[in-house]
């Protein structure tokens, strides 16, 4: 008997130990899927919904993040910052520098299986010329012409100094004529590209998933499958990405940023960007009209106690409209200092020794945070400023119609060059929703904006950068706060990452 249980014990440990080693291969099995999964996936955390996915038809940065991976430009720039040709093979330039002439890459094809056509480009670019959110990227365009089938002729109003640069931001992306067409108002949420990666599906609230473009005319991208998960709280995304749930996280928040510099298993970057914070003051307002009025609020704010409450002190104190790492940066000129008595004294000379009330607009989350330092520091010069927050989309409707006094948002510069944005922001002919919020109106600066965009002599336009700098820095249409931090923080594994002043992040150049 003694025996017989012998043997069955050891039959027993020699299954336990059978069962184990086979457990063993299965987890190192199934380890083994893992990584040859990991090494054709990517997951990509962002804290935004896009609301479309049709480069035409929102300005969402968030959007831009996603979508820039499901097109391609007619140009691109090079590592040197040269521009070069994508879908456009290669073109040519009239003396006058009014017409451009783009030779289209034959053979490539949109995600649909349709060849990329001249009628195309025409399309895109006309439906680009009419759309509320991109049209001003447009502004120096006059006609476009379909000259045969893969050439097109772009003609413009005027010679503009940025136009190969904006030729190669994601709004301005080529379209499938017949997909948004076909797709009619659903094409946002179908999109057609040439680029690396095609559209395969959109769960709301959830997550949008691409394939890869096998057919890619650059070559087929080494992640095949990329997920862009929605984890719009950022404290979450630090610790789905902490824990490998997902391999990337844009824009973590800055209390997250010590922890993911810290965390072995992650690798963290960040580069200054060229958007910035700001007050936006309605130039038009029966108070705000008076220019000593918007220089004692500029004497008055606390940029850097505004930058602590709103993002715990990342950033870069903005000296003017441009950063100091753009062209047309001038360290002429310097922002307000923080000084009290001079904002009083400005407030008396404008015949509001006692001060005034008045209401700061926002939409909620740090913003509000920020709000609450600057009503504080206006406090403190007699004016009552009320706190009123509103709805993100209801925010943007009355900063276009003016129906506010005093707001706070971000501005994009959009360019390695200010010209654009400049006009945009401060040129008369832009007023509202336009994109001069402000309502500021300066004709003499409106010369001097539009000149900045036609002039083809850098050393006139570094000038001209400078005086429009000072007419601002002195009529204080609006107070730069900071400049933002891009930051993006991602698996140690991960390859080809790095944070960039203007986040489009190409996933084509990520591998593991």
């Not at 480069?55 to 720039?77: F, G, W």
């Not at 940023?257 to 298993?265: G, S």
């Not at 993100?392 to 129906?403: I, Q, V």
């Not at 601002?472 to 594994?493: A, R, T």
Request: include cysteine.
């Amino acid at each position: 008997m003694r025996r017989k249980s012998l043997v069955l014990c050891m039959l027993l440990v020699l299954v336990l130990v059978c069962a184990t080693v086979l457990a063993g291969c299965g987890e190192k099995a199934a380890d083994e899927k893992s990584n040859e999964n990991a090494e054709n996936s990517i997951i990509i955390g962002i804290s935004v919904e896009a609301p479309t996915l049709d480069p035409q038809m929102t300005s969402s940065h968030q959007a831009r993040q996603i979508y820039c991976n499901l097109y391609d430009n007619l140009v691109e720039k090079n590592e040197s910052g040269e521009f070069v040709g994508s879908l456009a093979d290669n073109w040519t330039v009239s003396d006058d520098k009014l017409e451009y002439i783009f030779n289209l890459r034959e053979g490539v094809k949109f995600h649909n299986g349709e060849e990329l056509k001249a009628s195309d480009v025409k399309f895109t670019f006309d439906r680009g010329m009419e759309s509320p959110h991109v049209a001003f990227f447009y502004g120096s365009f006059s006609s476009v012409e379909v000259m045969d089938e893969y050439t097109v002729k772009i003609t413009l109003n005027s010679p503009a100094a940025t136009f190969l640069e904006i030729m190669t931001l994601p709004q301005t992306s080529i379209v499938s004529e017949k997909a948004v067409t076909g797709f009619g108002d659903d094409y946002g949420r179908n999109p057609v590209g040439t680029g690396p990666y095609k559209f395969e599906k959109w769960n709301s609230g959830e997550n949008i998933i691409f394939s890869a473009n096998e057919d890619y005319f650059k070559g087929a991208p080494s992640i095949k499958s990329c997920e862009f998960r929605i984890i719009t709280d950022k404290n979450t995304g630090y610790i789905v990405l902490e824990k490998g749930e997902i391999d990337v996280y844009y824009d973590l928040s800055s209390v997250d940023r010590q922890r993911t510099i810290d965390n072995v298993n992650l690798t963290y970057d960040e580069i200054g960007s060229i958007a910035y914070e700001h007050i936006i003051i309605n130039n038009e307002n029966e108070k705000f009209s008076d220019v000593k009025v918007r220089q004692a609020l500029a004497y008055a704010v606390d940029r850097e106690s505004i930058l602590i409450a709103g993002n715990n002190g990342v950033g870069v104190l903005a000296d003017s409209q441009i950063p100091s790492t753009m062209f047309g940066y001038s360290d002429k000129v310097k922002s307000y200092e923080y000084n009290a008595e001079k904002a009083k004294a400005l407030l008396e000379e404008a015949g509001y020794k006692d001060g005034f009330k008045c209401v700061i607009k926002v939409n909620s989350g740090y913003r509000e945070k920020e709000a609450q330092v600057i009503q504080a520091n206006l406090a403190d010069i007699g004016i009552k400023a009320d706190i009123a927050v509103v709805e993100w989309g209801t925010l943007l409707t009355e900063l276009g119609n003016g129906n506010f006094e005093i707001s706070l948002v971000g501005k994009n510069l959009h360019l390695d060059d200010p010209a654009l944005t400049l006009n945009n922001s401060f040129n008369t002919r832009f007023v509202g929703a336009g994109g001069n919020f402000y309502r500021y109106s300066n004709k003499e600066l409106d010369k001097k904006l539009e000149q900045s965009l036609v002039e083809q002599d850098q050393t006139v336009r570094e000038q001209l950068f400078e005086e429009i700098l000072t007419v601002l820095h002195d009529e204080v249409p609006n107070i730069p706060i900071s400049w933002n931090i891009n930051n993006i923080g991602y698996n140690k594994n991960l390859k080809g990452v790095e944070a960039l002043p203007i986040s489009h992040y190409k996933v084509y150049n990520f591998s593991w």
